[in-house]
T-cell receptor, first 112, second 111 residues
Framework: DTEVTQTPKHLVMGMTNKKSLKCEQHMGHRAMYWYKQKAKKPPELMFVYSYEKLSINESVPSRFSPECPNSSLLNLHLHALQPEDSALYLC???????????FGSGTQLSVL | SQQGEEDPQALSIQEGENATMNCSYKTSINNLQWYRQNSGRGLVHLILIRSNEREKHSGRLRVTLDTSKKSSSLLITASRAADTASYFCATDAGTGNQFYFGTGTSLTVIP
């Protein structure tokens, strides 16, 4: 199984809502990533988890809250988002002995 | 920003032609990777070249790396309509754990 599964595929939320994005992989990868991608732009690194611990936070606003409950699962909790947070949110994983990233298909988020 | 720059931003070619896209980056690296993204989808890894390598091949892909100029190029030979996608370079900025993407090249291959 070489898949990274992200749910939901699409999400529409209001600025006062709380929602969560989910990412799952069963490749035994111990590094997991969240990226944000606006239309026609490159993915921007948000968070890196290594062995279930947050190792990198790229100065992301606190309305985005990551969580890694176990080695297969990565969540991104969203609260009080702004319309400019509308984007494709991509999860990726990596074997720590290999630099290759495996990406999910992303969650297309719209904040109204 | 750790982001690299790619050129051209957009490239349109006929099927069968070769496509070349370039990536320049800012910091020392351990390796450089190229990814492909179809519209609205996740990225797919194409090829990795390490900082001590100068050229690498994989099928119709050829990657070069010039660390003195902090630049890389991706050549796709004998392009096909199915190669239509966005292509991004990614570097680890020497960290081995954080990966930053270049601005990307949008390739259109006309049948």
């Amino acid at each position: 199984d070489t898949e990274v599964t992200q749910t939901p595929k699409h999400l529409v939320m209001g600025m006062t809502n709380k929602k969560s994005l989910k990412c799952e992989q069963h490749m035994g990868h111990r590094a997991m990533y969240w990226y944000k991608q606006k239309a026609k732009k490159p993915p921007e690194l948000m968070f890196v988890y290594s062995y279930e611990k947050l190792s990198i936070n790229e100065s992301v606003p606190s309305r985005f809250s990551p969580e890694c409950p176990n080695s297969s699962l990565l969540n991104l909790h969203l609260h009080a988002l702004q319309p400019e947070d509308s984007a494709l949110y991509l999860c990726a994983s990596r074997d720590t002995n290999n630099e290759k990233l495996f990406f999910g298909s992303g969650t297309q988020l719209s904040v109204l | 920003s750790q982001q690299g720059e790619e050129d051209p931003q957009a490239l349109s070619i006929q099927e069968g032609e070769n496509a070349t896209m370039n990536c320049s980056y800012k910091t020392s690296i351990n390796n450089l990777q190229w990814y492909r993204q179809n519209s609205g989808r996740g990225l797919v890894h194409l090829i990795l070249i390490r900082s001590n390598e100068r050229e690498k091949h994989s099928g119709r892909l050829r990657v070069t790396l010039d660390t003195s100029k902090k630049s890389s190029s991706l050549l796709i030979t004998a392009s096909r309509a199915a190669d239509t996608a966005s292509y991004f370079c990614a570097t680890d900025a020497g960290t081995g754990n954080q990966f930053y993407f270049g601005t990307g090249t949008s390739l259109t291959v006309i049948p």
